[in-house]
């Protein structure tokens, strides 16, 4: 949940880190804040395992399972297990030279609308979501 000064709120399983609070139980009923370390967030998308979200300042922020991209583009050459998880936020890598202005997830993949009209897409690509033949980006 989004609030209108910008704060997030997570509840519901936590399985996979997807809450974006890394001492939190499983399970959570009771909605829970997530630190974005000063920045307000504008945005906020939720997929299968992971969630995003993005700043005013135009960053965009991961948790959750599916990680393996970012770390792709960190770690080029090496080889790297098909999923990362993070249970809090982590900066999205790639994107630093656009402002995202919104966010979108699907199950496996994730998606970013930039001030400039822009569309970056990472995740899976099993079914073709990210226009490309890559099997992850």
């Known amino acids: 949940m989004l609030t209108e000064n910008g704060q997030v709120l997570s509840c519901g399983s936590n399985s996979f880190g997807q809450l974006g609070v890394p001492h939190g139980p499983r ?3 009771v909605p829970q ?9 504008v945005c906020i998308a939720a997929g299968l395992r992971h969630a995003l979200a993005a700043t005013a300042s135009g ?10 991209p970012c770390g792709r583009r960190l770690c080029p050459g ?3 297990p098909l999923f990362f998880t993070a249970k809090e936020p982590s900066r999205v890598t790639g994107l630093e030279n656009s402002k995202a202005m919104c966010v979108l997830a699907g199950s496996d993949h994730s998606a970013s609308l930039t001030d400039a009209g822009e ?5 899976s690509n099993k079914h073709g979501q990210l226009a490309n033949e890559a099997a992850f980006l």
Request: proline share 0%; with cysteine.
């Open 27 to 29: 399970r959570c009923v």
């Open 33 to 41: 804040a997530i630190e974005f370390h000063k920045e307000k967030v």
């Open 119 to 123: 569309v970056y897409v990472w995740g």
């Open 59 to 68: 960053i965009v922020f991961q948790w959750g399972t599916g990680l393996a």
């Open 78 to 80: 090496q080889t790297l």
